[in-house]
């Protein structure tokens, strides 16, 4: 059983780029899931990036042949039967195939605690945030994987137009990644 037993934040848990499942295995794990009582929405392609989401600047700076060059190595999971069984251990697990922003119309909660954002482009990640920022709740959590990681500066000044518009404040980690919490 997990550590934490309560979380005082309300809504869902939601993660846009999940491939095997590595940290949202650990947050399971860490949280007593099964008694919070919330949903985890799993989104991904399950087929790797989407090339034609890259925008110029990405590519000039080799982001898409990063993400060519990884696919073809095999580091993104397309086997989803793979992907349901390593989470058929919790409850309230909705696993999402499909390519962000075109797939959130299909996602149904309206209350988000905790957003994990990891999809290695700029163009889903910014979208995802336009689309659940109205539904993070008050105290909720955004959490971007690659903010201000190196070689990814294109998706970071985009992340920080979004974020500038929505008229957020975003606190940088020495990891490289970006946190936001919602008040
Ligand atoms: C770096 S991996 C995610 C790693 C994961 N968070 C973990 O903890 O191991 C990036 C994932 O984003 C997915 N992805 C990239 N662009 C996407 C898009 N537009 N829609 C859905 N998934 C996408 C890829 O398929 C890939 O599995």
């Given at each position: 059983?997990g550590?934490?037993?309560?979380?005082?934040?309300a809504?869902d848990?939601?993660?846009?780029g999940?491939?095997?499942g590595?940290l949202?295995s650990?947050i399971?794990?860490?949280?007593?899931?099964?008694?919070?009582g919330?949903?985890?929405?799993l989104?991904?392609?399950?087929e790797?990036?989407v090339m034609?989401?890259?925008?110029d600047?990405?590519?000039a700076r080799?982001?898409?042949?990063?993400?060519?060059?990884s696919?073809?190595?095999?580091?993104?999971v397309t086997?989803?039967a793979?992907?349901?069984?390593n989470?058929s251990e919790?409850r309230?697990?909705?696993?999402?195939?499909?390519?962000v922003p075109?797939?959130?119309?299909?996602?149904?909660?309206?209350?988000v605690a905790?957003l994990?954002?990891?999809?290695?482009?700029?163009y889903?990640?910014?979208?995802a945030?336009?689309h659940f920022?109205?539904?993070?709740?008050n105290g909720?959590?955004?959490?971007?994987?690659?903010?201000?990681?190196f070689g990814?500066d294109?998706?970071g000044?985009?992340i920080?137009e979004?974020?500038?518009a929505?008229?957020?404040?975003?606190?940088v980690?020495?990891t490289?990644?970006?946190l936001?919490l919602k008040?």
């Open positions: 059983m550590r934490i037993r309560s979380i005082q934040c809504g848990f939601v993660e846009c999940v491939n095997a590595f949202s650990a399971l794990s860490y949280l007593d899931w099964d008694g919070l919330k949903r985890f929405y989104i991904d392609t399950f790797g990036p034609e989401q890259f925008s600047e990405e590519i080799g982001r898409r042949a990063a993400a060519q060059q696919c073809s190595a095999g580091a993104y086997d989803i793979r992907v349901r069984r989470y919790w309230g697990i909705e696993i999402v195939k499909g390519r075109d797939v959130l119309q299909a996602i149904d909660t309206k209350s905790f994990h954002l990891d999809m290695n482009c700029a889903p990640e910014t979208s945030l336009r920022w109205p539904y993070v709740s909720g959590i955004v959490l971007f994987d690659d903010y201000a990681y990814f294109e998706q000044r985009a920080d979004e974020i500038a929505l008229r957020a404040e975003l606190l980690l020495p490289g990644q970006g936001i008040t």
